[in-house]
T-cell receptor, first 110, second 115 residues
Framework: KNEVEQSPQNLTAQEGEFITINCSYS?????LHWLQQHPGGGIVSLFM???GKKKHGRLIATINIQEKHSSLHITASHPRDSAVYIC????????????FGQGTRLTINP | NAGVMQNPRHLVRRRGQEARLRCSPM?????VYWYRQLPEEGLKFMVY????????ESGMPKERFSAEFPKEGPSILRIQQVVRGDSAAYFC?????????????FGDGTRLSIL
């Protein structure tokens, strides 16, 4: 079992829909990252959070430390949101390295 | 204020050749992380370096791979005698200090193709 699990692996939705991507982890973490990767492109850091909730534009990230679970929400989704979304757990042990989920491939159709 | 710069963006090598991947961290960042993304797989940690020191290389293959971050110049990930299985995207990230409270900033990656 992976230390970081994401669901769903693939998600297709219509423009305007509310999107939720889930991430569960089984290790002790100091922070959790949400990253965005466009096909063939680089990686953009969206959020780093260790508790509660953060919001940036149409993106919202939440984390529940007790349940070892985080969610990324996208409101009023748009085709340009189509990308792979990756959650990454920063381990308490091991020099703060990141352990990544497999990614969620999001496609927003117009 | 340039971000993390990786070069080359694409690198093609034949089996048995050497590949050198470069990463210049953001200005003021002294901590560098290398990650590998194999085709159709997730990202995996390879190595964490500070200036002139390897802090954690637990994700590095035991043979053919090495990394350095000299006092001057970029961090280098070196792969000797490349094989087809080394084909992947290699990403570098940097942070200003030990990343406990700092986000890591990623480069655009180097896509390595082995013929």
């Amino acid at each position: 079992k992976n230390e970081v699990e994401q669901s769903p692996q693939n998600l297709t939705a219509q423009e305007g829909e509310f999107i939720t991507i889930n991430c569960s982890y089984s290790v002790g973490i100091s922070a959790l990252h949400w990253l965005q990767q466009h096909p063939g492109g680089g990686i953009v850091s969206l959020f780093m959070l260790s508790s509660g909730k953060k919001k940036h534009g149409r993106l919202i990230a939440t984390i529940n430390i007790q349940e070892k679970h985080s969610s990324l929400h996208i409101t009023a989704s748009h085709p340009r949101d189509s990308a792979v979304y990756i959650c990454a757990a920063r381990l308490i042990q091991g020099a703060q390295k990141l352990v990544f989920g497999q990614g969620t491939r999001l496609t927003i159709n117009p | 204020n340039a971000g993390v710069m990786q070069n080359p963006r694409h690198l093609v090598r034949r089996r048995g050749q050497e590949a050198r991947l470069r990463c210049s961290p953001m200005k003021g960042h002294s901590h560098v992380y290398w990650y590998r993304q194999l085709p159709e797989e997730g990202l995996k940690f390879m190595v964490y370096l500070q200036k002139e020191n390897i802090i954690d290389e637990s994700g590095m293959p035991k043979e053919r791979f090495s990394a350095e971050f000299p006092k001057e110049g970029p961090s280098i990930l070196r792969i000797q005698q490349v094989v087809r299985g080394d084909s992947a995207a290699y990403f570098c990230a940097s942070s200003p200090r030990a990343a406990r409270a700092q986000p890591q900033h990623f480069g655009d990656g180097t896509r390595l193709s082995i013929l």
